[in-house]
């Protein structure tokens, strides 16, 4: 019953940036943890990235911590992935994905309730 719609994802030479948006619909958004993960064609999906309900709190994988940074504007129903220094690397398809419940297990792809459909970052050497 929530619906998550990403937007922003494109072509980019290394070393740029691209933010990618993620809205969500209904009226508890502000009750979800949020979480974005990635996945290349014939691998498992990655996390990236998350952030609790409140904002308080920021989780990341070691290969974007310092060039990635997640947000949330609760007022505005979205979250942000600003991907900056972005490398070859991390092409992939990146899904929003949010928690009802606000587990506290981000780095889990089963513990998400609703996913957005997909935006394909591609990076170029």
């Known amino acids: 019953q929530v619906q998550l719609v990403e937007s922003g994802g494109g072509l980019v030479q290394a070393g740029g940036s691209l933010r990618l948006s993620c809205v969500a619909s209904?009226?508890?958004?502000?009750?979800?943890?949020m979480g974005w993960f990635r996945q290349v064609q014939g691998k498992e999906r990655e996390f990236v990235t998350a952030?609790?309900?409140?904002?308080?709190?920021?989780f990341y994988a070691a290969s974007v911590k310092g060039r990635f940074t997640i947000s949330r504007d609760n007022a505005k129903n979205t979250v942000y992935l600003q991907m900056n220094s972005l490398k070859p690397e991390d092409t992939a398809v990146y899904y929003c994905a949010a928690d009802r419940e606000d587990s506290g297990s981000y780095y889990y792809s089963h513990v998400y309730d609703y996913w957005g459909q997909g935006a394909q970052v591609t990076v170029s050497s």
């Open positions: 209904g009226r508890t958004f502000s009750s979800y943890a």
């Open positions: 952030i609790n309900r409140s904002g308080g709190s920021t």
